[in-house]
């Protein structure tokens, strides 16, 4: 199994550096509006493509891989709504498990369904905890998922879900207030999961600029998923990257 995206996150971890992850939505991108953000995304040295969505119903999944791939070698990690959105083109899987719900069809159902082909997919597959966060209003993945998520206020719960989440052996934490969520992830949370967990914390949903990425960061995120914003506003990838990046190393 490969293992290439993983150690770098697990290195940028252990080294203390911040990562900006841009979400890409298959359905979201026309192909200027994708060497646009593509072409940002190399000059502010973005550390991560994360390609899906919660609800992807076009069929243009591999050939918006393809397109990226022609332009450049970021680590590109698909997040999948379902088990069809899969790819041999990218680099590596982010395999979630929705261990905030309790959906047993996103737990584990799916994954039964579909782990021949992911395995066939020869992919690099990274477990992950993804754990939905209540963004102030109903999100995609709010909706699909049928599952009840993290009330924005109760931190507790969240760490004991992301802890239980490593122990059974996750190798990620993805917290996420859904794409376009109204608030963000507050720091305060993001904190207490950082601070009872060792595994890499991914951060996402509603942030929208620099300040806030930046703050997530020093609160514990290692890699902060920006989507929506950048789709509505593509020259926020340097700002936000900058922001990210320069969160000061802790020695
Ligand atoms: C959603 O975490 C991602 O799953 C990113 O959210 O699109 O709101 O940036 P946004």
Redesign the pocket.
Known sequence: MKIGVYNSLVDKKRNGKKSFAI?LDPDKVDDGALNNVIRLAVESKADYIFVG??LVVTDHLDGCIIAIKKQTDIPLLL?PGSPSQISKYADALLYLSLISGRNPELLIGQHVISAPFVKKSGLEIISTGYMVVDGGAPTT?SYISNATPIPSDKADIALCTAMAGEMLGMKLI?M??????KKAIHEEMIYSVAQNIDVPLI??????DAEKAYLNCKAGADVI???????KDPSLISEIAAAIHSVPVKV
């Open positions: 979400l969505g919660s997040f993945v993805y996420d207030a859904g794409s376009g969520a951060v996402g949903g509603g942030i929208r998923v920006v989507g929506n914003a950048i789709e």
